[in-house]
Structures are given as C-alpha cells and as structure tokens.
C-alpha cells in the first residue's frame, strides 16, 4: 500500500474555544467508521469510495480500523461488499486489486431499522467487539458516524446513537456524526433540525459537510487571497467591478427528480455550496488558521448581505424536467437561477456578487470569476479587448488564470488579451488531487472543523434565501423555460450585463495540453 501520495500535515488548529475538553483527543488508536443509510447512492458512489482512498495512502490503518455499513436493507456482509466493489477500483491496476481486497474486509454489514433501539444496540455490540479485539481501553476509541441518509430521520437516528451507541469520550475517546446537506428546507426547519441534533450532540461533536469545501481550488482561496502581496490591495470595491460563482451540469436531474423537486437548484447548490465559495471569496483576513476564526468571519460575510431584491433573480426550468414521473406535471421548481447579492460593508459596497447554477445546461464547470475594472485613462485603445479577471477553476481541469492585455508580438504595437496561466494538470504532473469526501472524512477524524458549517453560519445562509425560497414555493415566482443543452434562459445573460459584467468576445481559454 502506498503510503500518503498527498502531503497533509496533522492538524495544528482542534483546539479553540469551541473545542474545550476536546483538545487532548486521540489521534491514534482503534477507530470505528459507521457508514449509517450504507446500502444508498451516496455512501457507494462518495462515502466508501473516500474511505478506501484514505485506506489506501495509508491514512487508514487496518491495524486501528474498521468499517460498518448500518441500513434497513437485508444484506449480509458479502453482498454489501459486492455492491460497493465497482466504485473503489476505477483505474484497476493489479496492485490495486489487492488493496480492494484487504479493504472490503474491514467492512462489516449490520441491518437495523433508524427508529427503534434493537439495531443500534446490536451495532454498538458490533462495535465493542470489534474494540476489544483492538485492545482498546473502553471508551478510548473513536467513533465516526457518517449520515448517508435523508434529513427526515436524523433526529431519530441521534437519538439512537445516543442511546445505544456513544463511546465513553469522558475516557479518552470521541464519538463525532457527519451530516449531509441539505440541513433543513428554510430558516425554520433547518433552525428545528440544529436544535434537535444539538439537544444530543455538542458543535464540537457534529460535522455540517459542504463537499465544495473540500475541492483543492476552494481550499486554495485563502492562500491566493492572503499570502499573495499581488492581490491584498486589489481585492475590493475601488478595484473589482464584479464576481461571479458559477455551476453548470451539462446534466439533469437523472433518476434524482423527486428529491430534486422537493428542493430546486437554489437549495441543491445555491444556498450551500456556492455561498460557501462566495464567503472564501469576500471574507475578511482571519485572525489565524484556527477553525473558529475562519468560520467567525464567514459569518460575518453572511450576515452582511442585504435581502435579495426580484429583480436580481432569474429563474429557469429546462424542457423536459417534468416529463420525469417522480416530478409533477405542474412543477414550479426551478432547475436554473441566477441571484445577485449584495454584501453591504466597506470592502465590497457596490460589487454585484453573481451566483449561478444550472443542470442541463451546454457544459459542465464550476468557476470563480473575479472582473476587475477597466484600466483608467486608456492610451492603447483596447478596452474593447476585455478586462482583468481571475479565475478560479473548480472543475473540471483544475486552474487558476488570470486575463491580461498584452502587446500583439510583431512590429505593430496592437493589443491582445492572454492570460497566466496555472494549469494543475500541466504544473503538477503525476500529483493526485484528492477527492472532496477523501479530505472533509480526514478532517473528521483529526478533529478538524475548518472546513465545515458551523451552526451559526447555516442559520444566516438559510436568512438570506428563505424570503426568496418561499416566494418559489407559493408560486410568485415562476421560472423561464430553457432548452436543455442552452446556456439557460437568455434573460439570465441580461441580468449579468445589466451587473456590470462585460464578457470578452472572441476569448476562450483552453486548458493548456502536455
Ligand atoms: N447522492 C448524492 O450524490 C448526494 C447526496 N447527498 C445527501 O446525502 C444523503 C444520502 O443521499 P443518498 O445516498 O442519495 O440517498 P438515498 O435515497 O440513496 O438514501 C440512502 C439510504 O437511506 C435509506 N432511506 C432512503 N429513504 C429513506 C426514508 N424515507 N426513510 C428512512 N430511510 C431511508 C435507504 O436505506 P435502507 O432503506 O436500506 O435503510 C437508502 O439506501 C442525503 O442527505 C442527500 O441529500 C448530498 C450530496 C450528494
Ligand atoms: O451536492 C450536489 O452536488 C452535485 C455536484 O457535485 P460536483 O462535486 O460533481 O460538482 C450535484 O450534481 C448534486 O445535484 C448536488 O446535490
């Protein structure tokens, strides 16, 4: 097995004022992963595939852990073992195979219902024994429960571990859950859901994860923003005209159409993992690294955006999304939106904040695009070329570039617009970047919270969208048919220009080849 291809340093940052009691956790010892709703898309296609990943650099040992799978379902071991095989070994190089192997055997299946105590007190006897055949001093160990599982029984499923399943942490140990979005439907239930989780479970405790907190290019945000001298007097109002955050699928909702519906491309998307890059984009520099303090200023962030107005929204739903029979024929979910927020404090007065999400639209990506104002006074007469911008690349081929104008080469003194270019496939050749889940399950282990929603800053993502969400809900607002496979409804385009946005015609980047 290979040990860590990724270089990661153990966490310097768990302890904090949150974290109190929980600073001299064991970071070595018998492990226990709970993979709870295991039989699920997501636990087979993210959950398990990231575990092994982790198993395989070396990041998890067999000699300290082992992995159950807990669901309704009625399967044994080898079945849970067969369906999840064809995920972890995309690129079966022999030597991977044998790595697939080992791993599948630290899985172990328990099947249980979510609301009654029977299935829970045969996983925690699952557990312990599986502890005691470690050597594990009771309650020392540790115990990670990942939620696979719709929202709707969380609660139950916290009671339960409650009740049946913690480890002693007063000894040493920890027990910690991860929960997956979406948190809630609005400020209420989400406000609900965080009251009944917390009555069970400390902040410290519980892991809000936002995939895109994990993708390699959001985590470099920080780093670009403040350990680059270039940009620290540039990144604000006097200098930068717009920003735009976008995702488009080239895909629809696929098999996924009566989840989707209940939630729309705002709380699918919007709402989470964009807000979550826009806070990276525009925070303020952090007193320091340590998780509290990153997280106290996205907050602050969020709670500076002022209410959407409607005409800064633009609603779409694509041609055919209802012909999907988990969908309704009248659906009013929009699979498209473009909002414009507006952060109201002294950097960013002004800067339309531009965020973007769509499925089945022509391409799949996701960016940062910053616009910087035109250059005053310009002698070349190039302003029709373009503007500034930096762009941020989430996905796919990974890239940081930044559009310049530049002298045309030849004798004639024209203009061009080009760009520096940071192609990670062409710089970091052979490195392997890992997967958003791989990272955010490493952090859960190591205590790490930096990377995840703290509850404060879900409440103020949920103020900002509810208003607006609601008006979808009733129906007061409606959204624009588009073609699949368009760019989404022509009027979003519109809303961009009417921001200040100015596209340069005629520039494409392409990734750079090797
Ligand atoms: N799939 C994805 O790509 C992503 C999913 N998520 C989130 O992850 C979580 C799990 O998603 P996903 O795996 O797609 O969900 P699934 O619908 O596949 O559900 C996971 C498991 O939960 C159990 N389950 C399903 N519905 C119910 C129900 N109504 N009551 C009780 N148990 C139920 C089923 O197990 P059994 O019947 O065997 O108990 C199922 O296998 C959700 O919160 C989702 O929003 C987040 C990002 C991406
Ligand atoms: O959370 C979600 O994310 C995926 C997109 O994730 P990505 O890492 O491939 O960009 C999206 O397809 C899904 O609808 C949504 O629930």
Known sequence: MASGQWLMKKSSCGSDSFSKGYENVPETGCLSIIVLGASGDLAKKKTFPALFNLYRQGFLQSNEVHIFGYARTKISDEELRKRICGYLCKDASPDHSEDVSKFLQLIKYVSGSYDTEKGFQQLDKEISEHELAKNSAEGSSRRLFYFALPPSVYPTVCKMIKKCCMNKSDLGGWTRIVVEKPFGKDLESSERLSAQIGELFKEPQIYRIDHYLGKELVQNMLVVRF????FLPLWNRDNIDNVQIVFRE????????????EYGII??????????VLCLVAMERPVSLKPEHIRDEKVKVLQSVLPIKDEDVVLGQYEGYRDDPTVPNNSNTPTFATVILHIHNERWEGVPFILKAGKALSSRKAEIRVQFKDAPGDIFKCK?????????????????????TVKQPGLEMATAQSELDLSYRQRYQ???????YERLILDTIRGDQQHFVRRDELKAAWEIFTPLLHRIDSGEMKPIPYEPGSRGPAQADEL????GYVQTHGYI????TL
Request: no cysteine; aromatic share 8%; hydrophobic share 40%.
């Open 384 to 404: 029709k070329q373009g503007r500034n911008e930096i762009v941020i690349r989430l996905q796919p081929s990974e890239a940081i570039y930044m559009k310049l």
């Open 267 to 276: 709380r699918d998307i919007i709402q989470n993992h964009l807000l979550q």
């Open 430 to 436: 052979g490195v392997t970047i890992p997967e958003a």
């Open 227 to 230: 350990a680059n001298r270039l």
């Open 509 to 512: 980047w392409i990734p750079p």
């Open 496 to 499: 961009l220009a009417k921001a």
């Open 250 to 261: 080239d895909f629809g909702t696929e098999g996924r159409g009566g989840y989707f519906d």
